[in-house]
C-alpha cells in the first residue's frame, strides 16, 4: 500500500501555475493518474483546489484514481493545495503576433524565443466545432515532399499557399484583413485549392474547413482564431441560402466585416463570460464560387463598390 507521500507525488499533484491574460485570472494545473499506465491533466481555479471537497469532486468527474479513505484522501489534496506549483505559464489573449513581433502565438504555443512560457490561449470557454479545427500531423519535410511537390503543377494550389505564408506578413506591412475569392466552373478543384492553402496552417481534410453554414455571428467569432494566419472557408454553394442574391449580400457582409478587424461590441457581462476580450483579427480569408463576385453582382443588377472591390477579391481559377 502506498504512503500519503508516495499517494501525492505518484497520483496527484499540482505542476504549473497559468496566468490568462484575456481575464488577468489563474488557474493551476493537476496532474492525476486514471489508470494504472495513464495520467492526465486538468486546470482549475485556485479556489477550487484550496478547497478539498470541490477539488476532490473534480478529479473525481475526470476520472482520477483517488485513495477510498476519506482522511487520507483529505490530507492527500490538502498537500497539492498548498504546494507550489513547479513552474509559471501564460495564456495569450489571443493567437499571432504578440511581444511587437518577437513571437507568434498558435493555439497551443509560441514561434520564437520569449522571457515567458507562453502555452497558447485558453479554449476552455470555446464550443468543440470539428469544422476549423486546427492540428499538427507530420513534420515540415514530408509537407513539402507530399503536399508541395503535388501543388507545383498547380498555379491554383501555388496561389492559395503563397496566400498562407504571405498573411502573417499583414502585421508586418500594417495592412488590414481582405477575401479572396476564387471562382471557376464546377470540378474544376476551388477546394482542393482552397485546402492546399490551409494545410500550412494546420488542417488536412475538406471536412475540417469551414463552411458557410454558419451565422454571421459564429463566423466572426471563429475569425479570432485565425489572427494573423489565412481563413480559409469552403465554396459558398455551402450556404443554406439559396441563389445569386443569397451569397452576393453574405460574401459581402463577411468581407467588409472581416475587414474592420474587429469583433461585435457587446456588453462587459457577455464579455467577461466568453474570453475577457473583444477579440480582433488580421487575416485573409480565402473562399471560391462557380461565380466571380462581381458576376454575382450583375445577375441581381447590384451595383458593386470600388471599395467593396478592393476588400473581396475575384481570382479566376482557370485561363481562358
Partial sequence: MKTKDEMSDLDVRKIARIKDKA????LEVIEFAVSNTERTCIELPPSVVNSPVSFGNELLDAGAILPKDDNVL?????????????????????????????????ID????????????????NKVDDASGRLSINGTCQAWRESVATLARNSSSMMFTICVAMAAPLLYAQKQRSFTICMFGKTRTG????TLM???????????QMITWRLKDARLEQRLAEYNDAMFPIDDLE?????????????IRNVAYNLEQGWSTGR?????????????QWRCIAVTSCEKAVVDLA?????????????????VSLLFD
Avoid at 190 to 193: D, E, R
Avoid at 299 to 308: D, F, I, L
Fill in 23 to 26: 481575464t488577468s485570472k489563474y
Fill in 74 to 106: 483529505k490530507d492527500l489534496l490538502t498537500k497539492v493545495a498548498k504546494s507550489d506549483a513547479l513552474e509559471q505559464r501564460v495564456y495569450e489573449t489571443q493567437v499571432g503576433w504578440t511581444q511587437n513581433g518577437r513571437a507568434y502565438v498558435t
Fill in 109 to 124: 504555443g509560441v514561434i520564437g524565443c520569449v522571457a515567458e512560457k507562453i502555452v497558447g490561449v485558453n479554449r476552455s
Fill in 190 to 193: 476551388k477546394t482542393m485549392a
Fill in 197 to 207: 492553402g490551409a494545410s500550412v496552417i494546420g488542417i488536412g481534410q475538406i471536412e
Fill in 238 to 250: 455551402t450556404i443554406v441560402e439559396k441563389g445569386d442574391k443569397a451569397k452576393y449580400l453574405r
Fill in 267 to 279: 456588453h462587459d457581462s457577455f464579455t467577461m463570460a466568453h474570453g475577457g476580450t473583444h477579440e
Fill in 298 to 314: 450583375r445577375s441581381v443588377k447590384a451595383n458593386r463598390q470600388p471599395g467593396y472591390t478592393l476588400r473581396c477579391i475575384d
